[in-house]
């Protein structure tokens, strides 16, 4: 049975901190810890597999808005939970609002609001290619 696109769809997703994910490593901090940009990236992935199943063949969703406080730091080798929970859709059904949270072993590390755009996949990249075409 196709799952529904409605509020209350919740997902969860899990990440070891590799020495690749550290702020040190992408360029986003001078420090050896787990870095606010993959935080976000997997609070995001999150968010997205959570609806995923609920949508039409060829779409999928685009984030819009990410306000996320990152308030732990987590080292390399520790695991981090990801926790998305869909809050909101827009009267159009097409814009999404999804809770998002990040916990490490030690506790909660991140949390915050993350907006997404329902697209059709194909005509979205379509549209995104033709901007090298223009002038």
């Known amino acids: 049975m196709k799952t529904t696109l409605q509020t209350g769809l919740q997902g969860n997703s899990e990440a070891i901190v590799t020495e690749a994910l ?17 935080m976000i990236a997997g609070m995001e992935g999150t968010a997205v597999a959570t609806v995923q199943d609920a949508l039409e063949q060829g779409q999928t969703t685009v984030g819009t ?10 080292p390399s080798g520790m695991k981090v939970r990801f926790f998305a929970e869909l809050i909101a859709v827009s009267s159009n059904g097409k814009g999404l609002t999804f809770r998002v949270e990040a916990h490490d072993e030690a ?17 979205f990249e379509n549209r995104t290619r033709a901007k090298a075409s223009r002038p």
Do not use: F, N, P, Q
């Open 65 to 74: 808005r990410v306000d996320v406080s990152h308030l732990a730091a987590t």
């Open 22 to 38: 550290l702020a040190d490593r992408i360029g986003s901090g001078l420090v050896s810890v787990y870095s606010t940009a993959m």
């Open 107 to 123: 506790g909660l590390i991140g949390k915050g609001i993350h907006e997404r755009v329902v697209v059709d996949k194909e005509k």
